[in-house]
């Protein structure tokens, strides 16, 4: 990976974008589909996000502390969510 200064920022960026991009399908997926599918969207998302902070080293937009805390905590609750929200009986 090149250390130029533009192509880091797109890629941080880009990493940035695609958390919001999740939110917004999520959001239209809950008000067209239902709540269930956009939980699934929500915990799937999440999952996603635990997956390029682990792999990447550029994925600094959704740091908060270590890497391995940032994927363990991620996954988490991704995995709760996608769990609480597939096996309410309500929703």
Do not use: Q, Y
């Amino acid at each position: 990976m090149s250390s130029d200064p533009v192509t880091l920022a797109r890629g941080r960026t880009a990493v940035l974008w695609l958390a919001v991009a999740g939110v917004v399908v999520m959001i239209a997926a809950s008000f067209t589909l239902g709540a269930r599918t956009g939980i699934s969207i929500l915990g799937a998302e999440l999952l996603v996000l635990a997956a390029v902070r682990a792999c990447t080293s550029w994925a600094d937009r959704i740091a908060s502390r270590s890497r391995s805390f940032d994927v363990v905590l991620l996954a988490g609750i991704g995995v709760a969510i996608l769990v609480l929200g597939l096996t309410a009986d309500n929703v």
